[in-house]
């Protein structure tokens, strides 16, 4: 089910914004903060954000899939051996696609340092009753957790989740689910501006085109948060967009094969 879930909000269309197509690495020159989205279980994805990390040589890269436990496990010896990381992570305890797909961007980290964005599972749950700013962490209003969304910013947010969930769940839980979005974008903008302090930068973060969105996920935060701290944004998408769209640049590949990510709920 969750991984379900992962596929179906990471393939949602984005929504108007400016943006341009990504057109070579020298984009991304100056910017102390590179996001790669993805789509989850597209191969083609992690292949090219692995190809990123070797061109960029970040000094600290940024997982929403890792633990902060699970990062502190990846030490040299398992850089050498980095095939062994699936079972040292118990990555399959995660719900997240075939570690294989995910293996070529570990095998690109060289000397950067790995951190863990992911949030306790228990706080993310309770953020759909409670509130993103309930179980935040940390300075709540400096990521503008402690602010209700506007009216027209909550009803996109709204639709989005119920696409993401196949319409099938109940009308009253969406709000709920908002809440949790947004607790997970200030986590894993907390993590890399943690991960920019302690190392210099440049990072670079791994994570679902939903978290990589200029208008309201990571960056947004950022900005929010360190305006000081430069951002680019690239999303990778499975069709080609019409129009803008909410990251500052993006490509598109090959869809995934993959069955009816709604399936599960009918």
Not at 175 to 187: S, W
Not at 259 to 264: I, L, R
Request: proline share 8%.
């Amino acid at each position: 089910m969750i991984r379900t879930l992962l596929v179906a909000l990471a393939c949602l269309p984005p929504l108007p914004s400016q943006a341009e197509a990504f057109d070579g690495f020298d984009a991304l020159a100056g910017a102390q903060v590179v996001i790669l989205g993805e789509v989850h279980d597209n191969p083609a994805h992690h292949l090219w954000q692995a190809e990123a990390i070797a061109a960029l040589t970040p000094s600290a890269v940024v997982f929403e899939m890792l633990t902060p436990a699970q990062a502190a496990r990846i030490t040299g010896d398992l850089r050498e051996t980095p095939e062994r990381l699936g079972e040292v992570l118990e990555w399959e305890a995660t719900g997240w696609p075939d570690f294989a797909i995910y293996l070529p961007v570990f095998e690109a980290l060289g000397a950067a340092s790995v951190y863990g964005a992911a949030l306790p599972y228990e706080d993310v749950r309770a953020a759909v009753s409670e509130g993103a700013a309930a179980r935040f962490e940390g300075d709540a209003g400096l990521y503008g957790l402690d602010r209700p969304l506007p009216d027209e910013d909550l009803a996109l947010r709204l639709e989005i989740q119920a696409d993401a969930h196949c319409n099938a769940l109940p009308e009253d839980l969406l709000p709920g689910m908002v809440e949790a979005q947004r607790l997970r974008d200030a986590g894993f903008a907390r993590t890399v501006l943690q991960a920019f302090d302690e190392t210099g930068g440049p990072v670079t973060l791994i994570t679902g085109n939903g978290h990589a969105r200029t208008d309201w996920a990571v960056p947004a935060m950022i900005a929010a948060a360190r305006p000081d701290v430069s951002v680019v944004s690239i999303a990778q998408m499975e069709d080609r967009p019409e129009g803008p769209v909410p990251f500052d640049l993006w490509r598109v590949t090959d869809p995934a094969e993959r069955d009816d990510p709604c399936a599960a709920f009918r």
